[in-house]
Nanobody
Framework: QVQLVESGGGSVQPGGSLRLSCAVS????????VAWYRQAPGKQRAAVAS???????TYVDSVKGRFTISRDNAKNTVYLQMDSLKPEDTALYYC?????????WGQGTQVTVSS
């Protein structure tokens, strides 16, 4: 059993940066894949980036070159560094952890990109 708590969301102007954090209670080593998802108003939740326990990363095309997913095992924390933010990045961002076939979710953190 793990619990995930996101933080770091906020409002930023286009072109700005934010770093989201996902604190993992329980051992981060038990998680096979960590990922960030987002859900914009009126849209379905969709994957943004993922990181396997082996270090492989994947990104949705719209964020490639702008977002970076990483993990700090010593701090039991997963990060999403978001640079060159665009208004279309506005969404509620969720941290996800997968252990086997079971998915764990955080409560979400809001990111708003607006001038």
């Amino acid at each position: 059993q793990v619990q995930l708590v996101e933080s770091g969301g906020g409002s930023v102007q286009p072109g700005g940066s934010l770093r989201l954090s996902c604190a993992v209670s329980g051992s981060i080593f038990s998680i096979n894949v960590v990922a960030w998802y987002r859900q914009a108003p009126g849209k379905q939740r969709a994957a943004v980036a993922s990181l396997t326990s082996g270090g492989s990363t994947t990104y949705v095309d719209s964020v490639k070159g702008r977002f970076t997913i990483s993990r700090d095992n010593a701090k039991n924390t997963v990060y999403l560094q978001m640079d060159s933010l665009k208004p279309e990045d506005t969404a509620l961002y969720y941290c996800n952890g997968r252990i086997g076939t079971k998915n764990y979710w955080g409560q979400g953190t809001q990111v708003t990109v607006s001038s």
